[in-house]
């Protein structure tokens, strides 16, 4: 199915680049023709307003020519409607091609009604909804309030009955002053999105930025030293120096490998994940997946006594084990985390993350390279992997145990008194 090309915008986050065929952030452009579809579907339900016009058409009080006049009418205004919805789902807002399609659907409202009757009036509704709806947010409400007062002056014209008036100019004012607060809400949501991902771009620069200062400082006078080094061991070599050659060629060795040391300490330190984030990042996967995420308050918390190379692997740990529910958890719709603490008959305290789905389970499959690589992530830290089937034989748990430092200092005093 092709796609429609989406507006030219910055990109917004990482989950609005993720978000699932079916449906659409609130505020966000549609991006394939499958989202606009359950757009419309979902519009499609305010359409049984438009009784009352059909009911005048087939009530028998119109010649054949005014019923043929009011349906080419309403075909013309729902046409205008879904292409309205349409084309503020792909469109830019800056786009104002909205205007002439509104304006069209006025003045077949004001049309019909002096042409037909006052059932007619309901079309005021949709032309406030959609007024509120096109107009910058500052004039919204004048915009509904001047279609509310041109549809009470057709029904006074008109001569509508109270009850025509209160069911139908009331809803007309509250239906588009509702669709006002309703835009409000979209473009607060939009900037927030926005600023969300200006705050991501931030602290990406800023860690770029750090990574940067810290291979400086690394290798500026590492590779310093060995370029003064390179250069006295050739004078050394023609000199006919060889062992002080040899010498300055050892200090080389030796300043190369604690320069690949720091390096890879450096770039582990800028790549280690975080419980916090890899909690989030996993709700966002998740949801794209149609997973439901229940996390546990603690899993997000603080974690006294944790190391940082511990922590650093549980957030593994659950990396992996979101990675494996959206690659291999077939039909499973709720991923369960928690976080405890547990004391191991040597007297030792581990935390325990756990990660539970309710899928179909791994059935006779072996391991993957995914939970082989996280067991000895986890070792090297001195935790230990388990994982099988989930309670009661159904889905799959993932248990990840690293041990918990002893925590010292006035924090233990007060535990201690």
Same mark, same amino acid.
């Given at each position: 199915?092709?796609?429609?090309?989406?507006?030219?915008?910055?990109?917004?986050?990482?989950?609005?680049?993720?978000?699932?065929?079916?449906?659409?952030?609130?505020?966000?452009?549609?991006?394939?023709?499958?989202?606009?579809?359950?757009?419309?579907?979902?519009?499609?339900?305010?359409?049984?307003?438009?009784?009352? =016009?059909?009911?005048?058409?087939?009530?028998?009080?119109?010649?054949?020519?005014?019923?043929?006049?009011?349906?080419?009418?309403?075909?013309?205004?729902?046409?205008?409607?879904?292409?309205?919805?349409?084309?503020?789902?792909?469109?830019?807002?800056?786009?104002?091609?909205?205007?002439?399609?509104?304006?069209?659907?006025?003045?077949?409202?004001?049309?019909?009604?002096?042409?037909?009757?006052?059932?007619?009036?309901?079309?005021?509704?949709?032309?406030?909804?959609?007024?509120?709806?096109?107009? =910058?947010?500052?004039?919204?409400?004048?915009?509904?309030?001047?279609?509310?007062?041109?549809?009470?002056?057709?029904?006074?014209?008109?001569?509508?009955?109270?009850?025509?008036?209160?069911?139908?100019?009331?809803?007309?004012?509250?239906?588009?002053?509702?669709?006002?607060?309703?835009?409000?809400?979209?473009?607060?949501?939009?900037?927030?999105?926005?600023?969300?991902?200006?705050?991501?771009?931030?602290?990406?620069?800023?860690?770029?930025?750090?990574?940067?200062?810290?291979?400086?400082?690394?290798?500026?006078?590492?590779?310093?030293?060995?370029?003064?080094?390179?250069?006295?061991?050739?004078?050394?070599?023609?000199?006919?120096?060889?062992?002080?050659?040899?010498?300055?060629?050892?200090?080389?060795?030796?300043?190369?490998?604690?320069?690949?040391?720091?390096?890879?300490?450096?770039?582990?330190?800028?790549?280690?994940?975080?419980?916090?984030?890899?909690?989030?990042?996993?709700?966002?996967?998740?949801?794209?997946?149609?997973?439901?995420?229940?996390?546990? =308050?603690?899993?997000?918390?603080?974690?006294?006594?944790?190391?940082?190379?511990?922590?650093?692997?549980?957030?593994?740990?659950?990396?992996?084990?979101?990675?494996?529910?959206?690659?291999?958890?077939?039909?499973?719709?709720?991923?369960?985390?928690?976080?405890?603490?547990?004391?191991?008959?040597?007297?030792?305290?581990?935390?325990v993350l756990e990660i539970t789905d309710n899928g179909r389970g791994p059935g006779k499959s072996?391991?993957?390279?995914?939970?082989?690589?996280?067991?000895?992530?986890?070792?090297?830290?001195?935790?230990?992997?388990?994982?099988?089937?989930?309670?009661?034989?159904?889905?799959?748990?993932?248990?990840?145990?690293?041990?918990?430092?002893?925590?010292?200092?006035?924090?233990?005093?007060?535990?201690?008194?």
């Open positions: 199915m092709s796609k429609i090309p989406p507006p030219s915008r910055p990109v917004e986050s990482a989950e609005e680049g993720q978000r699932d065929s079916y449906g659409n952030v609130p505020g966000a452009r549609v991006e394939n023709r499958r989202q606009l579809v359950v757009k419309l579907a979902w519009m499609s339900l305010w359409m049984i307003y438009l009784i009352y =016009p059909v009911k005048d058409l087939v009530s028998g009080r119109h010649g054949t020519a005014a019923v043929v006049a009011g349906a080419l009418a309403l075909v013309a205004f729902l046409a205008a409607y879904v292409s309205l919805v349409a084309v503020r789902s792909t469109r830019p807002e800056s786009w104002r091609g909205s205007y002439p399609i509104v304006g069209t659907m006025v003045l077949l409202a004001v049309g019909t009604s002096f042409g037909l009757g006052q059932p007619w009036l309901t079309l005021f509704t949709y032309c406030s909804v959609c007024v509120a709806t096109v107009v =910058p947010p500052r004039l919204g409400l004048p915009g509904v309030a001047g279609t509310t007062a041109l549809a009470l002056a057709v029904a006074l014209l008109v001569r509508a009955d109270a009850d025509t008036l209160a069911s139908i100019i009331l809803p007309c004012f509250l239906g588009g002053l509702a669709m006002t607060g309703l835009q409000r809400l979209i473009s607060t949501m939009r900037e927030l999105r926005e600023a969300r991902a200006t705050v991501a771009h931030l602290a990406a620069a800023e860690e770029r930025l750090r990574l940067a200062r810290d291979l400086h400082d690394l290798l500026g006078h590492s590779l310093s030293l060995i370029t003064l080094k390179s250069e006295l061991a050739g004078r050394f070599m023609d000199s006919d120096k060889p062992e002080a050659a040899r010498a300055q060629v050892a200090d080389i060795e030796k300043v190369a490998r604690q320069s690949l040391i720091d390096v890879r300490e450096a770039v582990g330190g800028y790549r280690r994940p975080t419980l916090p984030v890899e909690l989030a990042a996993a709700r966002t996967a998740l949801t794209t997946a149609q997973v439901t995420l229940e996390a546990a =308050p603690s899993v997000a918390g603080e974690h006294p006594g944790l190391g940082t190379e511990e922590a650093g692997a549980l957030a593994w740990a659950l990396r992996e084990a979101v990675t494996n529910i959206i690659r291999h958890g077939t039909e499973a719709t709720t991923c369960t985390v928690t976080m405890d603490e547990t004391w191991e008959g040597d007297g030792d305290r581990y935390a072996a391991p993957g390279n995914g939970l082989s690589g996280l067991q000895e992530r986890l070792a090297q830290v001195g935790g230990r992997l388990e994982s099988g089937p989930g309670p009661r034989g159904k889905g799959f748990r993932l248990r990840a145990l690293v041990p918990v430092r002893a925590v010292t200092g006035p924090a233990a005093d007060s535990v201690h008194e």
